[in-house]
C-alpha cells in the first residue's frame, strides 16, 4: 500500500494509473521516475520507500509507503536494506510500466549515501549492486529521492 500526499492510501494498481495518468496530462514534457529510501531508528526501523514521478522542468508528485522492521543498529546493514528495498519497488514498477506500454521510461534509484560522511566507503558497493541490477543510480547531492522525499516520512 503506498500514500499520495494529494490522493491518501492506493494500491499498486491505483498508483501506477495514476502516474500515467499525470504523464498523459501533459506529454509534451519528460518524464523520469525515480525510487529512494530512506530509514530512521527508533525502537524499532522505519522505513521510508519513496516512487517520485518527475515532469523533467515542471515539478513532481510523489508516493511512499512506510515500513517497520527491527531496530537494525548496523549503518551498513541500513543501508544495503534500503538498496535492496529500493531494487524491489522499482523492479515491480517497471515489470508494471512495462505492461502499459511504458517499457522505455528513465527510472532512477536514489541511494541515501554520499562522499561525506560515514556513508563514502559504501558508495561503490552500493552503486555497483543498483547499476549491476539494470538502475541508473544516483547519491548525494543528487539523491532528493532518498535524502528528501522518503527521510520527510521517516520522521
Not at 21 to 40: C, F, H, P, R
Not at 49 to 73: I, S
Amino acid at each position: 500500500m503506498f500514500i499520495s500526499p494529494t490522493r491518501g492510501k492506493m494500491t499498486w494498481e491505483e498508483m501506477l494509473a495514476d502516474i500515467i495518468d499525470y504523464m498523459l496530462a501533459a506529454i509534451e514534457y519528460q518524464y523520469k521516475i525515480i525510487v529512494g529510501t530512506d530509514s530512521q531508528l527508533r525502537e524499532e526501523t522505519c522505513l521510508v520507500t519513496a516512487v517520485v514521478v518527475h515532469r523533467v522542468g515542471k515539478g513532481a508528485k510523489y508516493y511512499y509507503r512506510k515500513k517497520k522492521h527491527r531496530r537494525m543498529q548496523s549503518l551498513r546493514q541500513r543501508l544495503f536494506y534500503e538498496a535492496a528495498l529500493s531494487l524491489e519497488t522499482a523492479s515491480r514498477l517497471t515489470s508494471l510500466l512495462a505492461e502499459k506500454g511504458y517499457a522505455d521510461l528513465n527510472l532512477e534509484i536514489h541511494l541515501d549515501v554520499g562522499p561525506k560522511g560515514e556513508t563514502k566507503e559504501m558508495i561503490r558497493e552500493l552503486v555497483g549492486m543498483i547499476v549491476g541490477s539494470g538502475f541508473d543510480a544516483r547519491i548525494k547531492p543528487d539523491s532528493f529521492g532518498a535524502s528528501k522525499v522518503a527521510d520527510k516520512h521517516t520522521k
